[in-house]
T-cell receptor, first 112, second 117 residues
Framework: DAKTTQPNSMESNEEEPVHLPCNHS???????IHWYRQLPSQGPEYVIHGLTSNVNNRMASLAIAEDRKSSTLILHRATLRDAAVYYC?????????????FGEGTQLTVNP | EAQVTQNPRYLITVTGKKLTVTCSQNMNHEYMSWYRQDPGLGLRQIYY???????DKGDVPEGYKVSRKEKRNFPLILESPSPNQTSLYFC????????????????FGNGTRLTVT
């Protein structure tokens, strides 16, 4: 299974942009890149996903490198509520068994 | 409200005493799965189910059983719990589309913290 690599931790200041990187050098052509986050004492929640093109939604933006070997989750204005563990995962084809490997993610700290 | 509900939230038990953690979703999702979360190991998939009566092993299935008799429910069964199964467990579900829409997001429950002494 293709794996992802993320920094263990990152720090940001409130109301500043945050760029969370993810490397996935062994990504296959049909893998989607998904991002989830986990707030303290909660289950993970979906943030955004993409295949090749950059994507935007109300929570964040996803920038995908042209070779798809890396991606960056962008929080445009970090708030204290954005402090969480962020997971970058790859979703393969439906018929591949739907195994999902989350890894340890990036712990984001947001300073007031 | 669309949600995945796990019960109980906290459970303390003793080695060998059979237990069941329930999981229910109200979104008519075909796909459901169980994860355990341990410090330093991230989230690891235990079992998953693509639809009713269809289940398959994830990365760490040893010591666990599941069943999928109804679409909405996916209980996790520990026939003989051991201390190494002390962990935080999450149930998740998602819509299963046809091949071009397999990117539907996962919805997670709020977790069950299990302690086996």
């Amino acid at each position: 299974d293709a794996k992802t690599t993320q920094p263990n931790s990152m720090e940001s200041n409130e109301e500043e942009p945050v760029h969370l990187p993810c490397n996935h050098s062994t990504i296959s052509g049909t893998d989607y890149i998904h991002w989830y986050r986990q707030l303290p004492s909660q289950g993970p929640e979906y943030v955004i996903h993409g295949l090749t093109s950059n994507v935007n939604n109300r929570m964040a933006s996803l920038a995908i490198a042209e070779d798809r070997k890396s991606s960056t989750l962008i929080l445009h204005r970090a708030t204290l509520r954005d402090a969480a563990v962020y997971y970058c995962i790859l979703r393969g084809e439906e018929t591949s068994g739907s195994r999902l490997t989350f890894g340890e993610g990036t712990q984001l700290t947001v300073n007031p | 409200e669309a949600q995945v509900t796990q019960n109980p939230r906290y459970l303390i038990t003793v080695t060998g005493k059979k237990l069941t953690v329930t999981c229910s979703q109200n979104m008519n999702h075909e796909y459901m799965s169980w994860y355990r979360q341990d410090p330093g190991l991230g989230l690891r998939q235990i079992y998953y189910s693509m639809n009713v009566e269809v289940t398959d092993k994830g990365d760490v299935p040893e010591g666990y059983k599941v069943s999928r008799k109804e679409k909405r429910n996916f209980p996790l069964i520990l026939e003989s719990p051991s201390p190494n199964q002390t962990s935080l467990y999450f149930c998740a579900s998602r819509r299963r589309g046809h091949k071009s829409s397999y990117n539907s997001p996962l919805h997670f429950g709020n977790g069950t913290r299990l302690t086996v002494t």
